[in-house]
């Protein structure tokens, strides 16, 4: 078999097959088993080169087989199912099994074989598997590679790992699939970025905050998280914008998934999360420079954020925000006080259902009619 290793961008610093696989390996102990997504590039016939992030899963694992002083079984799956690949991708706690995770989720084991060569289990219907180990002290130069967040700096390599391949299995005619990384919209958004909003939105609730949803606007790289506040459950912790903003900041920017999380919006029950059109509006609308904005300096952020890996660098951590783009009263009103202007905002119902039937006869096409929504 002959394995395709295109070049995905031109000021890539080489060869990247692995975008859209998924890593697993485990502890010394064997009792974590890790599944997750990260780059690999090809350094030769036998190697592929990586990042190991220290403060990621992998990483962890990575480091307890350094501190055996042996290198590091591992296995690389291509084609998994798609359950496997979002979760993969998703930021559950530590020492969680993602293939039990995923049984959970689909209602059904995971059906997984052994590999030919180390005892690493793989899913059994991935289209490719590589498998191997990941040396301890060799590395070779990486890099760079165009990013989720859109930016490329040319010809800057790192030294990173390397990823011995001692074998290949393949199922007939597989597929190998790729991810072209880069400006919006991509698989790192519409996957990834979707799953750290879920695990947010898991995180707020154990903790017993009224949030009813968490978006990540496409456009934003998978930097910004769009919390929206239940104001009902809200008005009944008796508290207020600097308490709440606080407690909140500090729950999501201390947990796993907060590592990646750069900037946190907080919109009420009248602002659709999913909508960067209504997220802008309230934002811009309801969210006073500095008296609505939050900062905090006390944790860590993933270093290929572009200000984080290429900014200013801070006395302590670079800063997150929460900003908060709800108005004191909707801390307090059990009714908001204003009205929107818009088309759903301004006119009665029927003047709405008239324009509507009467929308194709103007002259515009049936698809241009305007949907009912909470803004516009």
């Given at each position: 078999?002959?394995?395709?290793?295109?070049?995905?961008?031109?000021?890539?610093?080489?060869?990247?097959?692995?975008?859209?696989?998924?890593?697993?390996?485990?502890?010394?102990?064997?009792?974590?088993?890790?599944?997750?997504?990260?780059?690999?590039?090809?350094?030769?016939?036998?190697?592929?080169?990586?990042?190991?992030?220290?403060?990621?899963?992998?990483?962890?694992?990575?480091?307890?087989?350094?501190?055996?002083?042996?290198?590091?079984?591992?296995?690389?799956?291509?084609?998994?199912?798609?359950?496997?690949?979002?979760?993969?991708?998703?930021?559950?706690?530590?020492?969680?099994?993602?293939?039990?995770?995923?049984?959970?989720?689909?209602?059904?084991?995971?059906?997984?074989?052994?590999?030919?060569?180390?005892?690493?289990?793989?899913?059994?219907?991935?289209?490719?598997?590589?498998?191997?180990?990941?040396?301890?002290?060799e590395t070779a130069p990486e890099?760079?590679?165009?990013?989720?967040?859109?930016?490329?700096?040319?010809?800057?390599?790192?030294?990173?790992?390397?990823?011995?391949?001692?074998?290949?299995?393949?199922?007939?005619?597989?597929?190998?699939?790729?991810?072209?990384?880069g400006r919006a919209t991509e698989?790192?958004?519409?996957?990834?970025?979707?799953?750290?909003?879920?695990?947010?939105?898991?995180?707020?609730?154990?903790?017993?905050?009224?949030?009813?949803?968490?978006?990540?606007?496409?456009?934003?790289?998978?930097?910004?998280?769009?919390?929206?506040?239940?104001?009902?459950?809200?008005?009944?912790?008796?508290?207020?914008?600097?308490?709440?903003?606080?407690?909140?900041?500090?729950?999501?920017?201390?947990?796993?998934?907060?590592?990646?999380?750069?900037?946190?919006?907080?919109?009420?029950?009248?602002?659709?999360?999913?909508?960067?059109?209504?997220?802008?509006?309230?934002?811009?609308?309801?969210?006073?420079?500095?008296?609505?904005?939050?900062?905090?300096?006390?944790?860590?952020?993933?270093?290929?954020?572009?200000?984080?890996?290429?900014?200013?660098?801070?006395?302590?951590?670079?800063?997150?925000?929460?900003?908060?783009?709800?108005?004191?009263?909707?801390?307090?009103?059990?009714?908001?006080?204003?009205?929107?202007?818009?088309?759903?905002?301004?006119?009665?119902?029927?003047?709405?259902?008239?324009?509507?039937?009467?929308?194709?006869?103007?002259?515009?096409?049936?698809?241009?009619?305007?949907?009912?929504?909470?803004?516009?």
């Amino acid at each position: 078999m002959s394995l395709p290793t295109p070049l995905l961008h031109q000021h890539d610093g080489g060869k990247f097959i692995e975008t859209f696989g998924m890593h697993i390996v485990q502890t010394p102990d064997r009792s974590w088993t890790n599944w997750s997504i990260t780059r690999g590039m090809t350094h030769d016939k036998r190697h592929l080169v990586g990042p190991i992030i220290p403060k990621q899963d992998i990483g962890v694992i990575y480091q307890m087989w350094k501190d055996k002083g042996q290198d590091m079984p591992w296995a690389l799956c291509f084609g998994v199912p798609p359950a496997a690949i979002m979760v993969g991708g998703m930021p559950i706690p530590k020492w969680t099994n993602e293939a039990g995770f995923i049984g959970a989720l689909i209602e059904n084991p995971v059906e997984v074989v052994k590999c030919e060569t180390n005892d690493i289990r793989v899913p059994a219907n991935a289209e490719i598997v590589f498998e191997g180990t990941v040396s301890i002290s060799e590395t070779a130069p990486e890099g760079p590679m165009m990013e989720y967040h859109g930016h490329v700096w040319p010809n800057q390599p790192k030294q990173c790992p390397l990823f011995k391949v001692d074998a290949i299995t393949y199922r007939e005619n597989p597929i190998l699939p790729i991810c072209i990384t880069g400006r919006a919209t991509e698989e790192s958004h519409t996957v990834w970025a979707v799953m750290i909003a879920a695990e947010i939105l898991n995180i707020c609730q154990a903790a017993s905050l009224p949030i009813q949803n968490v978006w990540c606007p496409f456009e934003s790289h998978a930097i910004w998280y769009v919390i929206q506040v239940d104001r009902k459950r809200l008005r009944k912790l008796n508290t207020n914008m600097s308490e709440f903003c606080t407690r909140l900041g500090h729950i999501v920017f201390s947990s796993k998934p907060g590592w990646y999380t750069g900037k946190v919006f907080v919109v009420g029950e009248d602002v659709d999360p999913t909508s960067l059109r209504d997220v802008i509006w309230a934002e811009s609308t309801r969210c006073e420079p500095g008296t609505s904005e939050f900062l905090f300096d006390e944790y860590g952020s993933i270093p290929l954020i572009p200000y984080v890996g290429h900014g200013v660098k801070p006395e302590r951590n670079h800063k997150k925000v929460v900003k908060c783009c709800m108005l004191p009263s909707e801390f307090e009103d059990k009714e908001l006080a204003w009205k929107v202007g818009s088309f759903r905002g301004s006119y009665p119902a029927d003047i709405q259902a008239e324009v509507e039937r009467k929308w194709v006869k103007y002259g515009f096409g049936a698809s241009d009619v305007a949907k009912p929504c909470s803004v516009g």
